[in-house]
């Protein structure tokens, strides 16, 4: 016998389930597992390492002609902007004025 999710007494194990499904997890399954997740931790440190790049490179701009060279650069530039650089850029240029 069982606890159930409502604490009443149930034949059904809840070991090892997830969203009502039951499933066995073999060793593979976990390394597969922990593998994905290895995965993704280090795409975000990437990203985030990315970032603080381009945080620190958007922050040695300070004076007004460094800004107008940025802003200069970013029209010729073919790319969207991206929302959070729009967010550093306006930073930068607030820091100038």
């Known amino acids: 016998m069982f606890l159930g999710h409502d604490r009443g ?3 059904t ?3 090892g389930t997830f ?5 066995v997890t073999t060793p593979n399954e976990v390394k597969t597992v922990f593998g994905a997740v ?3 931790l280090r795409h975000r440190r990437a990203v985030r ?4 790049q381009i945080v620190r490179e958007l922050s ?7 800004i107008a060279e940025l802003d ?3 029209e010729r ?10 967010t550093l850029i306006e930073r930068v240029r607030s820091r100038s004025i």
């Open 19 to 23: 969203a009502g499904t039951t499933s």
């Open 77 to 86: 530039s073919d790319v969207e902007a991206d929302p959070e650089y729009a």
């Open 38 to 40: 290895r995965t993704a």
């Open 9 to 11: 007494m149930t034949t």
């Open 49 to 52: 390492a990315m970032h603080a």
């Open 72 to 74: 200069a650069m970013i």
């Open 60 to 66: 040695s701009y300070t004076t007004p002609n460094e």
């Open 13 to 15: 194990s809840h070991i």
